[in-house]
């Protein structure tokens, strides 16, 4: 059996509830100019064929993992030099700092 056919143009509502967004976002969208339409007045209605576009423009894809031919040898990283562990660092004492309890006499 056949789907029905999906309409040409899309209320901001219609669109935000497709997308998990704000009607304000879609707005937002029309304005910049990502999400093509038609404004009546103050009525938006945003083209199928754009929001089709605009989500496979920004879907996120999984990057393509290189795979090795079999019988290849992986290049081996060199191992980070070891850091060195922090100096211990000794707190000024009073009299190193020139702190005095009472004024000199």
Known sequence: ???????????????????????????????????????????????????????????NVQPQVETSPPGAVAAERPEPPPTPPPSPRRKATRREKGFRFFPPV
């Open 1 to 59: 059996m056949c789907d029905p056919p999906q309409p040409q143009r899309l209320a901001v509502r219609q669109v935000a509830a497709e997308l998990g967004v704000s009607p304000q976002t879609i707005y937002r969208l029309f304005h910049a100019g990502k999400l093509l339409g038609l404004q009546v007045e103050t009525a938006v209605r945003i083209d199928r064929a754009s929001l089709d576009e605009y989500i496979a423009a920004h879907r």
